[in-house]
Structures are given as C-alpha cells and as structure tokens.
C-alpha cells in the first residue's frame, strides 16, 4: 500500500452526518379557538380532580381553583401528588376546560411592611407557583396587598420586588423558547394575573395606574391583570352605566392595555358604587345590574368571541351560594347575557350544585311531639 492513500483524509458525505430533528411547533391551546369561556370557582375538597367534575356539571367550559387552603400558610416546599397532578391534567384535556385559572392564597400580602409576613407571602406565592406549573395553569391570580398605611410608592415597589423574589429560578414556559407576547398566550406557559381591588383600607391596586406601575417594575416576568368587576364598581369605575363602562375600558387600555387582561372575575357587588367594601352578589342582584353585566360580556373589547376580543380570555364567576343551585344558575345566566344561546352553551346536570339541600332525618322527625288540636269544652 503506498504512502499517499494510508495519509490521505477520509471523505464524507453530508447526507450522512448527524442532524437532530427539529422541535415541532407548539399547537395552540385548545380553549383559544375564540369560543366564549365561562366558569366559576369550584373546590379541590377530597380531590383536585373534583374541581374539573364540578366544573363541567355546573355547565362551564373553564374554571377557577384554590391549589390549597386559602386561609393558611402552606407547609414550605409542599408539592401535589404527582399522580394526582397527573390525573387532573389528563382529566382537564379530556373535558376540555380552560382556561385552569388558579387562585393565590388570601394571607399573601406582598406590600406588607412586616417582614415577617412579606417573607411568609414571598414563600406562599412561590408554592402557589409551583403547584400551579404541577397542575398545567394556565393562570394565577394574586392578591397585590396592603401597604397598612405607609407610602403607596413603596408599597408597589414592595409587590414588585415580591413577585420578582417568588418566581426566582421558575421556569414559565418551555426550555428552548423565549416567552411570546403576552397578548398572545394561545401557545402555553404560566402567567402571573395582579387582581384589582375594591380600594378597602389601604390595599394596592384598586386603580388601574398602580397595577401598571407593577407590572412596569417585574419587566421579565409574564404578568397581566384579572380585573374583577365588582371590584372596580366599589373603587369608582362607573361600569354599571354603558358611558362608564366605555370610560373604564378605555382607562384600563391606557394603562395596562387590554391585552393583559386575561381574565375577568365577573361578580355583582352587593355595596354601592364608590363604596371601597368588597361584597359579592349574584348575577343581575346587586349594585352594578343584569344589564350592565351584559354590556360586559358582549362589548367588542372584551368578549373573546369578538373579532377585537381576545381568544382565551375568560370569565370566571366568584358569586355566593346561599341556596343548593345558585352557582348553576349563575353560569346559566352568563351565558345568556353573552348572547349564547341554550343548545350551543355546555350542558349542565340536572339539579347539580355545589351546595347540597339540607336533608330531613327521618329518625329525629319520628321523635318530635305530634301536635294534637285542642278541645275546648262548651
């Protein structure tokens, strides 16, 4: 063998090289096909999975859950079964509801001067975060809190600076894509929703220029707005009458832009309009009234069933229950004031609540004394 073919370098074929198949394109959410999305908040007792049961049985598409108790501080590092987690991710897809909105823990209070309760906060909301990436969420809702007092710059710079600290090291979306528009969440990954407030006491956010304030000062982080409507009724926003509500839409794409309001929580207040008290009524009862709730759910801005709505935005109900039925009722009427009409709405069961009749023990009805009519002589 001669010298020139044992030195000469082997040649290849590029075909034959090496190349890792690309990632496929993330599919849109389901639930961002422009349908309209109505839910309620439903309870977790016993099983997440219930909350998903509930939720289609009341006849919604959507929901809203507490990932724990609310009125509690969590167990550091407490995570969810990852079975259950498992099982009620696969239960959601199967049925089809979305947004899974997930409501953060009431003690949470992240403009808190108190130290001790601003680092328990920071902790809380960063379990909340992680049980919400264990769930599939699509969205947390999170009080901004009360400054007790002090000055309300500070305390924004304080919410800021907590979620910022909460969702340190928090992966939102998939590891080799960089976060999208927010105003475009069709393709997936946790977002983080500031909620207005009614303005009681010294609590942050109940005008629309604060929660921009918020969301200017955590830049990185995929933050939006849930704006409850009871809420902005009680703080001053005159959404009970068709000019105020115009005003307020406008007030809130000035500030915030629509297009991180992902969710509305749409409940009637039970307080006058300016009232700062945070009281919740059903549907078409209260302050704010049925029609003004159907200006809401039809207006062009907000319906995501609109051509300048947005796809996947939900309306979520927090309403009381005060009698077995007055949830599925309430979702009922949703629908009927966002123009959808019966078949086309989901089913709900017959006589479902989340509330159960209260039932007669027939055991302790035996032992009660009959009444026998009086005799009267003459």
């Known amino acids: 063998m001669d010298e020139a073919s044992q030195t000469s370098a082997p040649v290849y074929d590029n075909e034959d090289e090496y190349r890792p198949a690309p990632e496929p394109e993330p599919q849109p959410l389901a639930w961002c096909d422009g349908s309209v999305r109505i839910g309620i908040h439903t309870s977790i007792a016993g099983d997440p999975a219930n909350a998903l049961e509930t939720a289609s049985k009341l006849g919604c598409n959507a929901l809203q859950i507490f990932s724990g108790s609310p009125r509690m501080w969590p167990r550091p590092g407490s995570r969810l079964n990852e079975t259950d987690a498992e099982r009620f991710r696969a239960r959601r897809a199967a049925l089809g509801l979305g947004p899974l909105v997930i409501h953060g823990n009431y003690l ?8 001790v309760t601003r680092a328990r906060s920071i902790q809380a909301l960063r379990n909340e975060l992680v ?7 699509d969205f947390l809702v999170v009080h901004p809190g009360s400054g007790r007092g002090g000055d309300r710059a500070e305390a924004v710079r304080s919410v800021a600076e907590g979620l910022r600290q909460a969702a340190r090291g928090i992966r939102f979306h998939g590891k080799s894509r960089q976060p999208p528009e927010f105003s475009d969440f069709r393709w997936g990954g946790l977002r983080i929703l500031v909620e207005n407030t009614s303005g009681m006491g ?6 629309f220029e604060e929660l921009r304030e918020i969301l200017d000062q955590a ?14 009724f009680e703080a001053g926003y005159a959404i009970h009458t068709a000019a105020g509500l115009q005003e307020a839409i406008a007030a809130l794409d000035r500030t915030v832009t629509l297009g991180r309001v992902a969710v509305l929580h749409v409940n009637d207040s039970k307080t006058p309009f300016g009232s700062r008290l945070d009281r919740h009524e059903h549907i078409g009862r209260g302050k704010i009234g049925r029609e003004a709730f159907q200006r809401i759910l039809t207006h062009p801005r907000l319906c995501a069933a609109l051509a300048a709505g947005l796809p996947g935005r939900g309306f979520i109900l927090e309403t009381p229950i005060d009698a077995p039925g007055d949830d599925r009722r309430n979702v009922r009427l949703l629908w009927e004031l966002a123009g959808v009409k019966a078949k086309q709405a989901p089913r709900a069961a017959n006589g479902f609540s989340m509330m159960r009749a209260k039932r007669k023990n027939p055991k302790s009805a035996a032992k009660l004394p009959v009444k026998r009519p009086v005799r009267r002589k003459g």
């Open 108 to 115: 949470i209070n992240l403009a808190s001067p108190d130290l």
């Open 219 to 232: 830049p990185e982080l995929p933050l939006g707005v849930c704006l409850d409507t009871a809420h902005a």
């Open 202 to 207: 010294s609590s942050i956010g109940a005008r």
């Open 131 to 137: 049980r919400a990436l264990e769930l599939g969420a």
